[in-house]
Structure formats: structure tokens, C-alpha cells
């Protein structure tokens, strides 16, 4: 199973600062990588797909990076909604498994 | 607008089992795989299982092998999750989500969540 290992598990910044998170994954996952948001009480939602591209109704404040092994999520400038738990999530074909990161923390400075 | 809109909470006794149901509108069903998944108190997002609207095929997590069921009514656009032999540590949300590619690559729409809660 492939493992994805999210960085830093949080991360302290004030509105208006660039984020930027990583995600590693254990083998090569080409570009199947997916990022979402999570806020306290509500369902994750979808903010990049395929490494790269931003979902329906998604900020361009945030862009997605990366392939093979090594991800990123940068949100150029932060906003008050923007404090919230991010995800990272993995399909491979082989071995077949679809895995999420443990998640990085984005909290108020 | 997309929707997928789940069933109430639920409290189980240990053994017992649960049924959560995640109804879809705004969107042809049957062109859309659907998945689910949960995520334990303070915890991270756990897979439980694809089912495909290409040729109808369930693929589940290995751990939960034997004890989840999940099946589609495409009548009344409902989806539905069954965990069986509930154990304290299935205590947790469950959602499901719909998946674009049909192949787990990663999922647009999410229902709200259902608590599922094991006590005795």
C-alpha cells in the first residue's frame, strides 16, 4: 500500500501569508493526487484533482503541484476562511489503493 | 445543484449492524461511481469501499472484507452502506462521496456525514 506522508502536521501563518503544504508519496503515483479541505463538523470538500487543477468553485489562491513522488498545495494568500485541516489523497493502480494523508493543520498565527 | 444527502445518526450495540443510506440528485447516478468512506473521532479519512457505475463492481478496503455491503437503487438514486459485526472502533462519521472517474481518483461531491456511534 502506498503510503503518503503530509508536512508539516501544522502550520502556523496569518491571513494574507503564503501556505505551502507537502505531500510525499511512497512510490510513484504519477499525477493521481488529490487535495481537499476539511473544516470542524463539515465533509471534506474538493479543492485540486490530478495534481493540478482546481475543482468547480475553488479560489485560483490555491494551485497544486507536483508528480510521481512529491506534491504541493500553495494557497498564495491567506484568507480567514482558509484556516482549516488539508488532505492529500492517492490512487495507484498497482499496487491497486486509494490512501490519504494524516493531514496538516492550518491554524491562525 | 449536486447533492447527496445521508441518513439520520445511528446508536448500535456491539454485533449489531448499520445501514446508512446517501441519496443523489441533480446528476445522472448511474454515470457516476459512488464511494464511501469514514473518519474516526480526531482522526483522518479512511476508505471503505468504490462501487462503479461503469460495470457495477464493488471494490472494498481489505480490513473491512466480509463485514461492509454496499449496493445502489438506481429507482430512487440511493446508495447505501452496510457495516456488519460493529465493534467500538467502527464509532465514527461516515460519508459518501461521489467519484468522477469511476476509478477512485477523487471525489467532487461529499453527503454530510452520518454518526455512527457503538455503545453498549
Known amino acids: 500500500e502506498i503510503v503518503l506522508t503530509q508536512s508539516p502536521a501544522t502550520l502556523s501563518l496569518s491571513p494574507g501569508e503564503r501556505a505551502t503544504l507537502s505531500c510525499r508519496a511512497s512510490r510513484s503515483v504519477s499525477y493521481y493526487l488529490a487535495w481537499y479541505q476539511q473544516k470542524p463538523g463539515q465533509a471534506p470538500r474538493l479543492l485540486i484533482y490530478d495534481a493540478s487543477n482546481r475543482a468547480t468553485g475553488i479560489p485560483a489562491r490555491f494551485s497544486g503541484s507536483g508528480s510521481g513522488t512529491d506534491f504541493t498545495l500553495t494557497i498564495s494568500s491567506l484568507e480567514p476562511e482558509d484556516f482549516a485541516v488539508y488532505y492529500c489523497?492517492?490512487?495507484?493502480?498497482?499496487?491497486?489503493?486509494?490512501?490519504f494523508g494524516q493531514g496538516t493543520r492550518l491554524e491562525i498565527k | 445543484q449536486v447533492q447527496l444527502v445521508q441518513s439520520g445518526a445511528e446508536v448500535k450495540k456491539p454485533g449489531a449492524s448499520v445501514k446508512v443510506s446517501c441519496k443523489a440528485s441533480g446528476y445522472t447516478f448511474t454515470s457516476y461511481g459512488i464511494t464511501w468512506l469514514r473518519q474516526a473521532p480526531g482522526q483522518g479519512l479512511e476508505l471503505m469501499g468504490l462501487?462503479?457505475?461503469?460495470?457495477?463492481?464493488?471494490n472494498y478496503a481489505q480490513n473491512l472484507q466480509g463485514r461492509v455491503t454496499l449496493t445502489t437503487d438506481t429507482s430512487t438514486n440511493t446508495a447505501y452502506m452496510e457495516l456488519r459485526g460493529l465493534r467500538y472502533d467502527d464509532t465514527a462519521v461516515y460519508y459518501c462521496a461521489r467519484d468522477p472517474s469511476d476509478e477512485g481518483h477523487y471525489f467532487d461531491y461529499w453527503g454530510q456525514g452520518t454518526l455512527v456511534t457503538v455503545s453498549s
Open positions: 462501487f462503479s457505475a461503469y460495470n457495477g463492481d464493488t
Open positions: 489523497q492517492q490512487r495507484s493502480s498497482w499496487p491497486p489503493s486509494i490512501t
